[in-house]
C-alpha cells in the first residue's frame, strides 16, 4: 500500500462523487483508477461494456435485471 499525491481539487471532487456513489474516498479513487486502467487497455469497450465484462468475471448473475 502506498500513498497517492493528488490535488485538492480533484480529492473534493473524489469526495464529491464518493458520497453519490455510496463508498469511501479510497474505494472511490480506487474504482475510477481501475476504470480508466480498463478504459486504456481496453479502448474499443464503452463503459457498458468494460462493467458488464467485470461483473461477468465476478461471475455475478444479472438474469432477470437486465432490461431488454
Known sequence: MGIVKINDELHEEIRKASSAMVRSINAQAEFW??????AETNPGMTFTDLMRSEL?????????????
Open 56 to 68: 461477468q468475471n465476478a461471475k455475478v448473475e444479472l438474469k432477470g435485471l437486465a432490461r431488454e
Open 33 to 38: 483508477i481501475k476504470v480508466g486502467m480498463l
